[in-house]
C-alpha cells in the first residue's frame, strides 16, 4: 500500500502537530471547516465518496463470491457513476475493481480482496474537486451465516479542489484514509460502525502548503463523527453536510 512518507510530508505532519493547539492550519489559509468541508466530500454518497466505493466493492466482492470463484482466482471489472441530473450536488466519476477470492486452510472461500482506482469529479454547495485514486481492501463477512459484513482498507486520492466558502483557496490535495472494521449490516448494507484515520495535506498558490490529520468514527445513525486537528465536527454521510460538536 502506498505511504506518504517523503520528508516534506514528514514536515507537513511534523507543522500540523505543532499548530493543533490554535486549531489552524499548517499554512495557506485554508480553515479547519473548509478542511472539513473537503473531507465530508470525499466520505458522502452525494459527491460519490468512499461510502460508495465500498459499497461497490461489497456489492461486487459478495457477487464474485456467490459465483464460487477458484481459491485463488482473480476478477476485473470497469463502471462508470454520475449523478442525476439536477442534482445539488454533481458527480462523475470512472472505476475499475479487481477481486480475488481467498480461501482458508480448510480450502474453503473465507473472504475477498480486492483493489480500486478511480478518476472524477464533484462539485457541491462547499467544494469542488477534480481527483484520482487508488485503494485496497479486504471484505469478510461474506458467507451465508454471517450477519454483517467486515470491510478494511486503504484509499488514496490526489487532485485539485476549490472551495467556495473562500475562492481564494484552490489547488492541490491529497488524502490518505484507512479504514478500520466498517461493520455493514445485511443484506442492507447499512453501516453499523467502524473507524478510519486521515491525513489530508496540499498547496494553495501563493499561500503555502496546509496539512490536517484526524480520525472518522462510523456512527450507525447515517452520520460520522469527523476529527480534524483535534476539533469535532458531525457529518451527515449522505449529503456531506457538516455541523461543529
Known sequence: MKKFTIPLFALLLLGAMACK???A??????SLSEAADILAGSLSSNSYG???????????????FDAKLTCGATRSDTITKSSP?????????SLGYSYTLNCNTSNLADNVTGKINYSGTFNNPHVSSSNKGNGSFTLAGLTPTATAYVFNGSVLRSGSFASKADTTNHGSINIDLEVHNLMLH?????IA???ATFV??????KKGNFA???????NGDGTATLKVNGTNYSINLTTGEKSKI
Open 21 to 23: 493547539k490554535s486549531g
Open 25 to 30: 492550519s499548517l499554512s495557506g489559509n485554508v
Open 50 to 64: 468512499f461510502i460508495n466505493l465500498s459499497d461497490d466493492a461489497t456489492v461486487r466482492s459478495q457477487a464474485e
Open 85 to 93: 441530473a439536477g442534482a445539488a450536488t454533481s458527480y462523475s466519476y
Open 186 to 190: 445485511k443484506p442492507g448494507r447499512e
Open 193 to 195: 460502525s467502524g473507524t
Open 200 to 205: 489530508l495535506t496540499g498547496n494553495v498558490p
Open 212 to 218: 490536517f490529520t484526524g480520525n472518522v468514527t462510523f
